[in-house]
Protein backbone atom coordinates (compact mmCIF):
# COMPACT_ATOMS: atom_id res chain seq x y z
CA UNK A 1 0.00 0.00 0.00
CA UNK A 2 1.40 3.54 -0.91
CA UNK A 3 2.24 5.74 2.33
CA UNK A 4 1.33 9.63 2.65
CA UNK A 5 2.37 11.30 -0.49
CA UNK A 6 2.47 14.66 -1.02
CA UNK A 7 2.99 16.91 -3.88
CA UNK A 8 4.90 18.93 -4.92
CA UNK A 9 8.16 17.66 -3.43
CA UNK A 10 9.91 21.29 -3.63
CA UNK A 11 8.68 24.33 -5.06
CA UNK A 12 10.24 28.04 -5.13
CA UNK A 13 7.74 31.33 -4.68
CA UNK A 14 7.95 34.55 -4.38
CA UNK A 15 7.07 36.69 -1.66
CA UNK A 16 3.67 37.73 -1.96
CA UNK A 17 2.54 34.75 -3.83
CA UNK A 18 0.32 32.05 -2.73
CA UNK A 19 0.83 28.14 -2.56
CA UNK A 20 -1.22 25.23 -2.20
CA UNK A 21 0.35 22.19 -1.33
CA UNK A 22 -1.14 18.49 -1.77
CA UNK A 23 -1.64 15.29 0.47
CA UNK A 24 -3.12 11.82 0.28
CA UNK A 25 -3.13 9.81 2.76
CA UNK A 26 -2.58 6.29 3.66
CA UNK A 27 -5.66 4.01 2.02
CA UNK A 28 -8.69 3.90 5.26
CA UNK A 29 -6.92 6.95 7.26
CA UNK A 30 -9.62 9.34 7.79
CA UNK A 31 -7.64 12.10 9.59
CA UNK A 32 -5.07 14.57 8.22
CA UNK A 33 -2.69 16.72 9.85
CA UNK A 34 -0.24 19.69 8.49
CA UNK A 35 3.29 20.18 10.27
CA UNK A 36 5.70 23.42 9.17
CA UNK A 37 9.32 22.33 9.61
CA UNK A 38 11.67 24.78 10.02
CA UNK A 39 15.41 24.18 9.15
CA UNK A 40 17.19 23.25 12.53
CA UNK A 41 13.59 22.24 14.60
CA UNK A 42 11.25 20.35 15.17
CA UNK A 43 7.94 20.18 13.26
CA UNK A 44 5.42 22.71 14.13
CA UNK A 45 1.73 21.53 14.21
CA UNK A 46 -0.66 23.96 11.61
CA UNK A 47 -4.08 21.93 11.36
CA UNK A 48 -5.76 18.79 11.99
CA UNK A 49 -8.41 17.41 10.05
CA UNK A 50 -11.20 14.43 10.44
CA UNK A 51 -13.84 13.44 8.30
CA UNK A 52 -13.74 16.61 6.62
CA UNK A 53 -13.61 18.79 9.86
CA UNK A 54 -11.35 21.30 10.82
CA UNK A 55 -10.59 19.43 14.57
CA UNK A 56 -7.59 21.32 15.46
CA UNK A 57 -5.42 24.38 14.49
CA UNK A 58 -2.09 25.72 16.11
CA UNK A 59 -0.70 29.12 16.33
CA UNK A 60 -0.40 29.99 12.63
CA UNK A 61 -1.67 33.38 10.93
CA UNK A 62 -5.39 33.42 8.77
CA UNK A 63 -2.66 33.30 5.85
CA UNK A 64 -2.61 29.62 6.31
CA UNK A 65 -5.45 27.63 5.56
CA UNK A 66 -6.49 23.82 4.75
CA UNK A 67 -9.23 22.06 3.42
CA UNK A 68 -9.91 18.28 3.36
CA UNK A 69 -12.18 16.47 0.32
CA UNK A 70 -14.46 13.72 0.46
CA UNK A 71 -11.56 11.20 -0.28
CA UNK A 72 -9.77 12.59 2.47
CA UNK A 73 -6.85 14.15 0.40
CA UNK A 74 -6.12 17.77 2.07
CA UNK A 75 -4.33 20.70 0.62
CA UNK A 76 -2.76 23.25 2.77
CA UNK A 77 -2.71 26.94 1.14
CA UNK A 78 -0.86 29.63 1.90
CA UNK A 79 -1.29 33.47 1.19
CA UNK A 80 0.79 36.11 0.81
CA UNK A 81 3.91 34.50 1.11
CA UNK A 82 6.73 35.26 3.29
CA UNK A 83 10.54 34.43 3.55
CA UNK A 84 9.85 33.21 7.22
CA UNK A 85 7.18 30.51 5.39
CA UNK A 86 10.11 28.85 3.88
CA UNK A 87 10.26 25.73 4.87
CA UNK A 88 9.24 21.55 5.04
CA UNK A 89 5.46 21.19 5.23
CA UNK A 90 5.05 17.83 6.25
CA UNK A 91 1.65 15.94 6.20
CA UNK A 92 0.43 12.95 8.57
CA UNK A 93 -2.23 10.99 8.40
CA UNK A 94 -3.91 8.30 11.04
CA UNK A 95 -7.16 5.88 10.89
CA UNK A 96 -8.96 8.30 13.39
CA UNK A 97 -9.10 12.02 14.70
CA UNK A 98 -7.30 10.48 17.89
CA UNK A 99 -4.49 7.61 18.47
CA UNK A 100 -0.99 7.87 18.82
CA UNK A 101 -0.21 6.19 15.55
CA UNK A 102 0.47 9.10 12.65
CA UNK A 103 2.18 8.18 9.40
CA UNK A 104 4.37 11.16 7.91
CA UNK A 105 5.09 12.00 4.56
CA UNK A 106 8.02 13.16 3.32
CA UNK A 107 6.77 16.34 2.67
CA UNK A 108 6.84 19.69 0.57
CA UNK A 109 9.96 21.92 0.46
CA UNK A 110 8.86 25.45 -0.05
CA UNK A 111 11.23 27.99 -0.35
CA UNK A 112 10.07 31.64 -0.73
CA UNK A 113 12.55 34.50 -2.54
CA UNK B 1 2.77 28.16 23.85
CA UNK B 2 4.22 24.49 25.24
CA UNK B 3 7.47 24.10 23.87
CA UNK B 4 9.90 20.70 24.82
CA UNK B 5 13.35 20.72 25.45
CA UNK B 6 15.19 18.11 23.98
CA UNK B 7 19.16 17.02 24.88
CA UNK B 8 21.28 17.35 24.24
CA UNK B 9 21.10 18.82 20.59
CA UNK B 10 23.71 16.88 19.10
CA UNK B 11 25.99 14.20 19.53
CA UNK B 12 29.01 12.45 18.05
CA UNK B 13 29.69 8.89 19.19
CA UNK B 14 31.66 5.71 18.19
CA UNK B 15 29.71 2.59 16.97
CA UNK B 16 29.12 0.47 19.61
CA UNK B 17 28.49 2.96 22.42
CA UNK B 18 24.97 3.50 24.23
CA UNK B 19 23.04 6.55 23.59
CA UNK B 20 21.10 9.22 25.57
CA UNK B 21 18.96 11.65 25.16
CA UNK B 22 15.85 13.54 26.46
CA UNK B 23 13.18 15.70 26.59
CA UNK B 24 11.48 18.26 29.32
CA UNK B 25 8.50 20.26 29.50
CA UNK B 26 7.09 23.03 31.65
CA UNK B 27 3.66 21.25 30.76
CA UNK B 28 2.12 17.76 31.71
CA UNK B 29 1.80 15.82 28.80
CA UNK B 30 -0.50 12.35 28.59
CA UNK B 31 1.84 10.86 26.03
CA UNK B 32 4.90 10.81 24.85
CA UNK B 33 6.17 9.91 21.41
CA UNK B 34 9.75 9.23 20.16
CA UNK B 35 10.43 9.82 16.25
CA UNK B 36 13.63 9.41 14.08
CA UNK B 37 13.75 11.80 10.89
CA UNK B 38 16.13 10.75 7.80
CA UNK B 39 17.36 13.12 5.70
CA UNK B 40 14.68 13.83 2.92
CA UNK B 41 12.40 12.02 4.90
CA UNK B 42 9.28 12.46 7.02
CA UNK B 43 9.29 11.28 10.53
CA UNK B 44 8.92 8.01 11.86
CA UNK B 45 7.71 6.96 15.16
CA UNK B 46 9.50 4.84 17.13
CA UNK B 47 8.14 4.25 20.38
CA UNK B 48 5.12 5.36 22.29
CA UNK B 49 4.72 6.02 26.00
CA UNK B 50 1.46 6.03 27.60
CA UNK B 51 1.36 5.76 31.31
CA UNK B 52 4.10 7.92 33.92
CA UNK B 53 6.82 5.99 34.60
CA UNK B 54 6.27 3.61 31.94
CA UNK B 55 9.15 2.04 30.05
CA UNK B 56 9.28 0.52 26.93
CA UNK B 57 11.70 -1.35 24.41
CA UNK B 58 11.68 -1.51 20.60
CA UNK B 59 14.79 -3.73 19.77
CA UNK B 60 17.72 -1.76 21.30
CA UNK B 61 15.69 1.09 21.81
CA UNK B 62 14.33 2.00 25.30
CA UNK B 63 12.42 5.06 26.21
CA UNK B 64 10.50 6.12 29.54
CA UNK B 65 7.96 8.07 30.53
CA UNK B 66 8.54 10.45 33.58
CA UNK B 67 6.87 10.20 36.70
CA UNK B 68 6.14 13.76 36.52
CA UNK B 69 4.63 13.35 33.19
CA UNK B 70 6.54 16.60 32.07
CA UNK B 71 9.99 14.32 30.64
CA UNK B 72 10.62 10.94 28.99
CA UNK B 73 13.98 9.80 27.59
CA UNK B 74 15.08 7.70 24.66
CA UNK B 75 17.93 5.02 25.15
CA UNK B 76 20.36 3.42 22.19
CA UNK B 77 22.00 0.96 22.88
CA UNK B 78 25.29 -0.69 20.64
CA UNK B 79 24.98 1.99 18.29
CA UNK B 80 25.11 1.34 14.81
CA UNK B 81 25.77 3.28 11.38
CA UNK B 82 22.46 3.65 11.03
CA UNK B 83 20.81 4.85 13.87
CA UNK B 84 22.45 8.39 12.50
CA UNK B 85 19.85 10.33 12.12
CA UNK B 86 17.57 13.54 13.90
CA UNK B 87 15.78 12.19 17.04
CA UNK B 88 12.90 13.97 18.13
CA UNK B 89 10.53 13.95 21.18
CA UNK B 90 6.84 14.50 20.90
CA UNK B 91 3.79 15.33 23.67
CA UNK B 92 0.45 15.46 23.46
CA UNK B 93 -1.96 16.80 26.48
CA UNK B 94 -4.86 13.95 25.32
CA UNK B 95 -4.62 11.24 22.66
CA UNK B 96 -5.01 12.58 19.49
CA UNK B 97 -1.40 12.26 17.63
CA UNK B 98 -2.52 14.45 15.33
CA UNK B 99 -1.46 17.06 17.68
CA UNK B 100 1.40 16.78 18.51
CA UNK B 101 4.16 19.29 20.20
CA UNK B 102 7.81 18.60 19.20
CA UNK B 103 11.19 19.14 20.27
CA UNK B 104 13.66 20.80 18.07
CA UNK B 105 15.46 17.36 18.00
CA UNK B 106 18.90 15.74 18.86
CA UNK B 107 21.50 14.75 16.19
CA UNK B 108 23.05 11.89 16.12
CA UNK B 109 25.91 10.91 14.26
CA UNK B 110 27.43 7.57 14.92
CA UNK B 111 31.62 6.78 13.88
CA UNK B 112 32.33 3.33 12.51
Known amino acids: DAGVTQSPTHLIKTRGQHVTLRCSPISGHKSVSWYQQVLGQGPQFIFQYYEKEERGRGNFPDRFSARQFPNYSSELNVNALLLGDSALYLC????????????FGEGSWLTVV | GQQLNQSPQSMFIQEGEDVSMNCTSS?????WLWYKQDPGEGPVLLIA?????ELTSNGRLTAQFGITRKDSFLNISASIPSDVGIYFC????????????FGDGTTLTVKP
Open chain 2, 27 to 31: SIFNT
Open chain 2, 90 to 101: AGQQDTNAGKST
Open chain 1, 92 to 103: ASSRQGSGNTIY
Open chain 2, 49 to 53: LYKAG
